[in-house]
């Protein structure tokens, strides 16, 4: 039996002759349960969010966008658009054109985001389960019709049930020269007729308005020009070998990003947030872990005698270091378990039954605080506390030396 353990978990459960020292070590235990929970917790609170947003972007987003890297369009002609839909996992394949647009309804106007798409978008964007009204159709019996934002929406006070009042689309019209400025040919006009409205996120349900590929080259006098090309993958697809077989055929000229790319910022910006709190979160531990120093010290002063028979024994001051070290470790790491576990039980009745409720969740698409537990932070919260547990034990222990043993000695 490793002799330094025995003796360190003899003296974590047995009582000690002074019950205040039992009172700091059960403290102590208790706090680094309090706060080892509440790390777990807030982190898989993160996680929740973060998976919330990703799947929000995901209904939205391509997996794969094209765009080229100097220019704001590309011709169509100078790209092999059927060696890109023949590389294996393509499965949809969307040229795109987005654009400003003014839109007008009955008296009202907004500025919004034209987003010019085939059919073949609304497989690679899933956003049949984001629709709060009307269908996803682009055309019906010939006229043309529009999905819009529910921000959008709601801008210009669309009703779906008025079937004779149509969205009219104002883009400046462009020449030779720039922008043509008499109030005559200042714009190319269209009129649409709203068909659905779909919610998924703030960011896009007060930007966009879907329109057919073709009107929007019409609007746009694109011709045979688009902004981007979305792709969408087969389930299992690994998006980073197509991006490969991508590269090779496209060159340096365009830029191939996948759905963390198109949103690179917001995701560093979660990142950052989520790692700012477990540091904060990490110093309140270390704050906590005071309480074994605490605790050890004064186990050490009630066991000098004990240390000193230990030293006439046989046994130096390295080994009765470690037997404190052990102790320290054992508050720790039981504080850390039971933390860990209560930690899961917490967030296993917030995913269950949704007990801590988000303020005013009628205007969010879930109703209460999104929780998902990753092995990896449960492993990051153990070695963290781990490691402020094994420093919170070595301070007060490497006090623990010959001369200090000597010195407290009856015959000093």
């Not at 709060?132 to 921000?151: C, K, P």
Request: overall charge neutral; hydrophobic content about 50%.
């Amino acid at each position: 039996m490793n002799f330094p353990y025995y003796i360190a978990r003899r003296y974590l459960f047995s009582r000690k002759s002074h019950n205040a020292i039992n009172l700091i070590s059960g403290i102590s235990v208790l706090v680094m349960t309090i706060l080892t929970a509440a790390l777990f917790t807030v982190l898989s609170v993160f996680n929740g969010f973060e998976s919330l947003i990703v799947s929000l972007f995901n209904s939205f987003d391509p997996d794969l966008k094209i765009t080229a890297v100097q220019t704001k369009s590309f011709d169509l002609d100078s790209i092999p658009e059927e060696q890109i839909r023949q590389i294996k996992g393509v499965a949809f394949y969307s040229p795109v054109i987005e654009e400003n647009v003014l839109l007008k309804y009955d008296d009202k106007q907004y500025i919004a985001t034209m987003k010019g798409v085939t059919p073949a978008f609304f497989k690679i964007s899933h956003m049949e389960g984001m629709m709060v009204d009307g269908s996803l159709v682009l055309t019906e019996q010939g006229q043309q019709m529009a999905v819009l934002g529910y921000g959008v929406a709601s801008a210009l006070s669309i009703h779906m049930g008025n079937v004779f009042r149509p969205i009219n689309l104002y883009v400046p019209k462009k020449t030779k020269k720039g922008i043509a400025v008499t109030a005559q040919n200042a714009f190319n006009i269209k009129h649409v007729m709203p068909s659905g409205i779909f919610s998924i996120q703030q960011d896009f349900d007060s930007k966009y308005i879907l329109i057919s590929l073709d009107m929007a080259r019409e609007l746009t006098q694109y011709e045979n020009r688009v902004n981007a090309i979305e792709l969408g993958l087969t389930e299992g697809t690994d998006p980073e070998q197509v991006r490969m077989e991508l590269r090779k055929l496209l060159g340096d000229g365009f830029e191939i990003r996948d759905r963390f790319e198109q949103h690179a910022v917001l995701y560093k910006i979660m990142k950052s947030e989520k790692w700012a709190i477990f540091l904060i979160l990490t110093f309140t531990l270390v704050i906590g872990a005071f309480n074994i120093i605490g605790a050890l010290t004064m186990l050490i002063v009630e066991k000098k005698k004990d240390i000193r028979t230990l030293w006439s024994m046989g046994a130096d001051a390295q080994m009765i270091r470690r037997i404190f070290m052990v102790e320290g470790m054992l508050i720790s790491l039981v504080g850390c378990v039971l933390g860990i576990l209560l930690g899961f039980a917490i967030c296993w009745i917030q995913y269950k039954f949704g007990v801590v409720g988000l303020e005013g969740s009628g205007t969010f698409v879930i109703e209460a605080y999104p929780v998902e537990i990753r092995v990896r932070d449960m492993i990051s919260v153990f070695i963290t506390v781990a490691c402020i547990g094994w420093l919170a034990a070595w301070i007060p222990s490497r006090r623990i030396h010959k001369n200090a043993l000597w010195a407290s000695s009856p015959q000093a």
